[in-house]
T-cell receptor
């Protein structure tokens, strides 16, 4: 059983739709990361959070520590948002250095 | 604002050849990492260096060696390449482990024939 589970694995939506990607984890964490991997392969950090909510432009990340769950929302989605979105957690059980990675959610936004 | 720089971007090796992937960061980060990503799979940690002078094995270290040359540079060496090492390799750095934001290099696409 994976310690970090993402859903859905694949998501196709129309431009303008509100997008939600979920991440559930089973370990105690120090921080949770959301990253984006572009079709060209580059990986970019979007958010790092340990509580509450963060917003950057059209992206919003939330985390519920009690429920061990995080969501990444994209408002007014655009074809350029098409990418793989990856959730990863750092756990004090792994000395906080080795991130535990989710398998990623592949998002396609159609014009 | 270079961030994390990896070289080379592409490489083809013959089975048994050796090579070193170079990684340098200019953000004065303490922690550096090497990952591999295989088609359709997530990132897997090969080795990491929590701070200058230390290195530790990750999930898939067999067939690889690393050197934390100084605070800026962290290299990954394949001593005798095998087709199973065909993958995309990413170097990453962070200020202080997984509780700080990670920055990634652009990746090295390695093919072993």
């Amino acid at each position: 059983k994976n310690e970090v589970e993402q859903s859905p694995q694949n998501l196709t939506a129309q431009e303008g739709e509100f997008i939600t990607i979920n991440c559930s984890y089973s370990v105690g964490i120090s921080a949770l990361h959301w990253l984006q991997q572009h079709p060209g392969g580059g990986i970019v950090s979007l958010f790092m959070l340990s509580s509450g909510k963060k917003k950057h432009g059209r992206l919003i990340a939330t985390i519920n520590i009690q429920e061990k769950h995080s969501s990444l929302h994209i408002t007014a989605s655009h074809p350029r948002d098409s990418a793989v979105y990856i959730c990863a957690v750092s756990s004090p059980m792994d000395s906080n250095y080795q991130l535990i990675w989710g398998a990623g959610t592949k998002l396609i936004i159609k014009p | 604002n270079a961030g994390v720089t990896q070289t080379p971007k592409f490489q083809v090796l013959k089975t048994g050849q050796s090579m070193t992937l170079q990684c340098a960061q200019d953000m004065n980060h303490n922690s550096m990492y090497w990952y591999r990503q295989d088609p359709g799979m997530g990132l897997r940690l090969i080795y990491y260096s929590a701070s200058e002078g230390t290195t530790d094995k990750g999930e898939v270290p067999n067939g690889y060696n690393v050197s934390r040359l100084n605070k800026r540079e962290f290299s990954l060496r394949l001593e005798s390449a095998a087709p199973s090492q065909t993958s995309v390799y990413f170097c990453a750095s962070s200020e202080a482990g997984g509780v700080t934001e990670a920055f990634f290099g652009q990746g090295t696409r390695l093919t072993v024939v």
